[in-house]
């Protein structure tokens, strides 16, 4: 695995995310109460990105059917979804976002 700098905090606002592509995944980055995480931009339902998703708390929020989940863990929290999403290990350097693949 290695860590791949995907942009800056300053992209990415409290109580909101952003979808980056890193070695042809789509992972996406949500900033909860000033802490990053990052989980796999895929909702285990039906496949729809949670680009357009909204980020209440921890939880995030597939737009089609309304799954949720967890970001800190991956963890469903809301049918239809019952598959966890992977989660992928952040680190900061500076400014810079790097999200470790």
Known sequence: MTFHPVGKLEDIPEGQSKVYQVENQDIAVCNVSGKLYAIEDVCTHDGA?????????????????????????????????????????????????????
């Not at 963890?75 to 952040?90: D, F, G, R």
């Open 49 to 101: 990105s949670f680009d357009q998703g909204a980020l209440d708390g921890c939880e995030i929020e597939c737009p089609r059917h309304g799954a949720r989940f967890d970001v800190t863990s991956g963890q469903p929290t809301e049918l239809p979804a019952v598959i966890p999403v992977n989660v992928y290990e952040i680190r900061i350097n500076g400014e810079i976002i790097e999200i470790n693949i």
